[in-house]
């Protein structure tokens, strides 16, 4: 059984259908990534897995059990975090206020004092910094913040959307080095990311949606060789 499966999935924004009938899986331990351009309904399916857009059809396990109907907060605890599209921080809080937010429903303070020495080790910009608020630092450092913010839920499966977003080929690399190192920590990791070349070089499977369907769903090195997506997404005559 796989640790996130999604059945079926119709999402609707009022009579606009988002996403229409899809569905994946996604194997503890693995990244997993979503690819298509803008409107192609990927944001859509993840923020709808956190719970945050209901379903007009469909289902969505989680560890065999089903959570569709479960609110945001509880899918949380449940052990699904997402960095969102845009990062939205809390940019006139400080850095730490803004990673302490994120471990809003938990209940243990040593594991969350033990994550954020966790967060501080994988981004030593956050430490340095930890007193400043969020809004004075760069594009690339605030992506930072926002997986750390995210990983403060101490996540079984950690859902991010566009972290290359606006970044520099340097910042991403790093962004994407720290998914890697993620992965290796046991972390699974469902990824939503235009930089197809990027998101399939880290991942292990790959699905492509084009308004609101999967067309394709393979292994990533696969998908990497696959023609019709060299042409669309990675820029290849």
């Known amino acids: 059984m796989a640790m996130l499966e999604v059945k079926d999935l119709e999402v609707a924004y009022g009579r606009v259908k988002a996403v229409k009938g899809i569905s ?5 331990g693995q990244v997993v990534t979503l690819l298509g351009i803008n409107g192609a309904g990927k944001s859509t399916t993840l923020r709808c897995i956190s719970g ?5 059809v469909g289902e969505v396990w989680f560890e065999g059990e089903r959570i569709d109907k479960l609110p945001a907060h509880k899918i949380v605890r449940r052990g699904i975090a997402q ?5 939205r921080l809390f940019k006139n809080m400080s850095v730490e206020d803004n990673l302490l937010l994120g471990a809003f429903s938990r209940q243990d303070a040593d594991g969350v004092k033990r994550d954020l020495d966790r967060v501080y080790g994988m981004f030593d910009v956050l430490r340095s910094r930890r007193h400043e608020p969020a809004g004075l630092f760069s594009g690339g450092e605030q992506q930072m913040l926002a997986i750390g ?3 403060m ?9 566009e972290p290359s977003m606006g970044l520099s080929p340097i910042m991403t690399q790093l962004i994407m080095r720290t998914i890697g190192e993620l992965q290796s920590e046991g972390v699974t990791i469902l990824l939503v990311e235009q930089n197809a070349q990027a998101a399939l070089s880290l ?4 699905y492509v949606l084009e308004v609101g369907r999967i067309v394709l769903c393979d292994s990533a090195a696969n998908l990497l060789g696959d023609d019709r997506v060299r042409q669309a997404y990675l820029g290849a005559d």
């Open 24 to 28: 994946l899986a996604v194997e503890q």
């Open 83 to 87: 960095s969102p599209e845009g990062r």
């Open 203 to 206: 991942a292990d499977r790959g």
């Open 153 to 161: 839920s101490n996540p079984k499966l950690l859902m991010l959307d």
């Open 149 to 151: 913010r995210a990983m």
């Open 52 to 56: 945050l857009i209901p379903p007009v």
